[in-house]
């Protein structure tokens, strides 16, 4: 892919067990950054014929409620 640069992966010897039980070290769950976006797009994607958007999450019904309303209203 042309828009992911190269990655770097370091492994470190060290374990850390004031960390957690297993002295595993990371920056975090890259995965669970991703669903919410993606399922959002979906959302925004279905209910484009009728002008609407949702650009952060949760989306709740009674969001998608109101803005049907508002779009009803327009």
């Given amino acids: 892919h042309a828009d992911v640069h190269d990655i770097d992966v370091i492994f470190v010897d ?3 067990d004031i960390i957690n039980p ?3 070290k990371g920056d975090g769950e890259g995965s669970a ?3 919410p976006v993606v399922m959002a797009n979906a959302v925004s994607d279905a209910l484009a ?3 609407m ?3 952060s999450t949760p989306i709740k ?3 998608i409620a109101a803005a049907s ?5 327009r």
């Fill in 14 to 16: 060290e374990r850390d």
């Fill in 49 to 51: 014929p009728f002008k």
């Fill in 22 to 24: 297993l002295g595993g």
């Fill in 53 to 55: 958007e949702f650009n």
């Fill in 61 to 63: 019904p009674e969001q």
């Fill in 69 to 73: 309303a508002l779009q009803a209203a």
């Fill in 33 to 35: 950054i991703s669903p």
